[in-house]
């Protein structure tokens, strides 16, 4: 097999991780109220799962960040799911609040090493242009699992019962960790673990320097996507999270086939964000300095999402998926953009400035959902909770911008 098609066999593999990654997530979003009926739970006992999880998660990727550097990418990335595939199915057999909340955070401990890796296999695998297609592919599992979770956690919920979907997502798992055990096995000699050749397209070009912890956080490009992540991540984790929560109890829809078929929608238009995102970058890349392009599409994603607080005043189902569907799609263009910059703050040690920007979004991520959950309780709808999510990408573009400005090499 030829090194082009090796690479992109190996990004479909990162795509199923993070669909199954996603499953493991979405099995609790979408069975939330008939989870809450059984174990009596109300809005904010939701949101303070949804928030130990992130929590856990964040914890996660700032501490084992640097440890996945010093380990070897393919043993790692198998332990990491099989240990989160453990950790999703132990909540199919949760009795009460407490269990659950502990399964919850053990599955974001195990969950967080997958963007650090994912990334480092990118960022190592592919040239500089055809790494936000490449992101964008494997991250399209976030919504391709959120896409495919609703139909199937909503059928098995209501025909075996909704601890059966956390067994069963549970079980996938264990499945990729063979296969991906396999396909490394079959290709000796492909090796991903050592940087690529190619500059980075983040800021400086001094960028070779960051290859120390303290060099890293020093860096204009950190505290810059760090800004980008604290309003990013929160977005992300808030349409993945809350949103079948929105349809189910607030916007009429029940639990349900209707449900099912709204989440696609939303989702879908995620992945296509994601995947034309990347491609019109790759397109622009023959024609423009890759930066200026890379920025453009994060704009036009961002502009995208701010058109969510006008949920506020429709009243038609159909218009507010819609307006919902197009915030996720314009997330999905800035997803892709903010994640290919992050995975090059660091050629040589880039599960540990990924992991420490995954951390920081993560646990900005469990505050705001602690923030959502809070809010819609005590005033019974989505409206402020909304009106945060329409502000929150011009901040994050903000910080794109300060983290990715070029500096010039110093003279000598």
């Not at 195990?110 to 890796?117: G, I, V």
């Not at 909503?154 to 067994?167: D, K, P, Q």
């Amino acid at each position: 097999m030829r090194a082009p098609n090796k690479r992109w066999t190996l990004c479909g593999l990162l795509l199923l991780a993070t669909i199954i990654n996603y499953l493991d997530r979405q099995t609790i979003s979408v069975s939330a109220s008939r989870i809450a009926d059984e174990l009596n739970l109300s809005d904010i006992h939701l949101g303070e799962l949804f928030s130990a999880f992130l929590f856990a998660y964040g914890i996660g990727q700032v501490v084992l960040g640097p440890l996945l550097d010093r380990m070897g990418t393919v043993i790692a990335y198998a332990i990491a799911v099989a240990a989160w595939s453990l950790s999703g199915a132990a909540s199919g057999i949760a009795t009460g609040f407490g269990f659950l909340l502990m399964t919850r955070i053990a599955l974001g401990l195990c969950e967080s090493p997958n963007w650090p890796l994912a990334l480092r296999v990118v960022a190592r695998s592919f040239p500089p242009g055809q790494r936000v297609l490449a992101t964008g592919i494997f991250q399209s599992g976030t919504s391709i699992g959120a896409l495919i979770a609703p139909p199937i956690i909503i059928y098995l919920a209501t025909t075996h019962g909704w601890r059966s979907s956390f067994i069963a997502v549970g079980a996938v798992g264990f499945v990729w960790v063979a296969l991906w055990l396999l396909w490394f096995r079959s290709h000796p000699d492909f090796k991903i673990d050592q940087p690529a050749p190619e500059e980075s397209m983040t800021g400086s070009h001094a960028e070779e320097e960051r290859a120390t912890l303290g060099a890293i956080v020093r860096s204009r490009a950190f505290w810059g996507l760090a800004i980008a992540t604290s309003f990013l991540n929160p977005l992300q984790y808030f349409y993945t999270t809350w949103i079948p929560r929105y349809f189910d109890k607030y916007a009429g829809v029940g639990f349900g086939a209707e449900l099912a078929q709204r989440l696609i929608i939303v989702y879908l238009a995620y992945d296509v964000g994601l995947w034309s995102g990347g491609g019109l970058i790759a397109w622009l890349a023959r024609r423009w300095e890759v930066r200026k392009a890379r920025l453009l599409v994060t704009a036009i994603g961002g502009a995208c999402m701010m058109t969510v607080p006008l949920i506020a005043l429709a009243r038609n189902l159909n218009l507010i998926t819609g307006i919902i569907s197009l915030a996720t799609f314009g997330l999905g263009w800035f997803m892709g953009n903010y994640l290919t910059f992050s995975a090059e703050v660091s050629r040589k040690r880039t599960s540990t400035a990924v992991g420490l920007l995954g951390g920081i979004g993560s646990l900005a991520g469990a505050g705001f959902m602690l923030l959502v959950g809070g809010t819609i309780e005590r005033s019974g709808s989505f409206s402020l909770a909304f009106l945060m999510a329409g502000l929150m990408p011009a901040i994050s573009f903000i910080g794109i911008l300060i983290g990715t400005r070029p500096t010039l090499a110093r003279s000598t």
